[in-house]
């Protein structure tokens, strides 16, 4: 299924990074074994991978207050997901760089070039306040070093990448500027000319591309390099708005990579993987939105790009705005869970009937007669995504990769088909949609 290529970058520590010959090995075994159908057999830039990933957001400190795993817990579940996917997704910015340092004693002693490990950059660990730092939240700039900023100058990102080796304890093989739109949102705020501001973001991108393109040289990172965004097609931005303004329009960005790849002397740039948000409600990657915003989903423009996709958030959605029937309230920031519950949410019912009612194919309803999220995950792993990463924190949640991962993933037609009708649900009950699709 997989034809072994070159290996991976010759140096000292050659075998401590993801191959090609050793991410086939791993998809192989796993198709062997029975744990991975066919259809789920996908690609990550060069590498094979599992059409599902392990998102390690909610790997933080015991005693944590937000009800995430502990350490102990976290690691067993990774420990036991590594069975069967093989993408591992962090940030320096998660639970302060603890979610690294689990991942990397989790990953020791087991075949790093079977594993793609990936980590994002950006967000300002608390007490600093680097040069070129912009604020997250209403403080105006005008905040101090207990608040919070997001920084993607070249410095910054090339310390932050240093440092997230050192917790990884190897080298990832993707880093990704993780949501540099803040920029955008700061702009925003001080009321600056939606031109102006964008002309800057890609300048910004510009000057950081090239610091990750010498950080692929030199070896300390391994394959190559990304942005994690809420790309234009996607519904909302990175604060909850409508996204206009604080979007990111992916073949810009990845112009933005080629000019940085130009600049450092290289013919080929090396921005691989787009990182995006993507669930059954918020669906605009698939669907796009409209021709005033961006009528094509970024994961068609990043199959034409050749850029893979990942995306986020399968599970948790943010519900549609407007809509007071049943539990469709906003509640601020809060996610509306595509999970399975007794008694069963009246959004979550209905969700869930709707989908398989547009799933025509007999044999695609009676696989995808499961659990809600396992519907959620189905729909948001289709045959155009790379890989869509779960925070499988828990040992139920790993079941869930498992169960998914065995079945058939659905087709581009089935998902857009049963992605439109959740869309139409939402009009019918009452949706605000201006600005959205």
Sequence with gaps: LFSPGHPGRPGRHQDAMATVEGTARFVERVLASGRLHPSNARRLGPFACTALGFGAYRLVPEGSATGAATAATASGALTRALDSVNVIDTSSHYAF???????????HGRPRDELIVCTKVGHVPRGEMPKGAVPIGAHRGAGTTSDDWHCISPTFVDSEVKACTERLGTKPDFVFLHNPEYLLSARMQEKVPIADAWDEMYQSLFEAFKILERLCNDGIITSGYGVSSNFLSCMFSVTGLPNLYESLVLDRVVDAAASAARAEGLQK?????????????????VLGRTPGTQAEGDCSMAQRLGVSILTNRPINALPMPGVSTGDWGRGGNSYLQLREAKPMGTTQ?????????????????????????????????????????????????????????????????????????????ATELGCQTKGLW
């Design 269 to 285: 740039h090396r921005f691989q993987v787009a990182q995006l948000p993507l669930n059954a409600f918020e669906n605009g990657a």
């Design 349 to 425: 019912s209905l969700l869930k009937r709707v989908v398989l009612d547009a799933l025509a194919d007999a044999k695609a309803k009676a696989e995808a007669e499961a659990t809600l999220q396992q519907v959620a995950l189905r729909l948001a792993s289709s045959s155009n995504v790379s890989c869509t990463l779960n925070g499988a924190h828990q040992t139920k949640y790993v079941e869930d990769l498992e169960d998914v991962l065995k079945v058939a993933s659905l087709s581009e037609s089935q998902v857009q088909r049963a992605m439109q009708s959740v869309r139409s649900m």
């Design 97 to 107: 760089g603890h979610s690294e340092r689990v991942i990397g004693a989790t990953l």
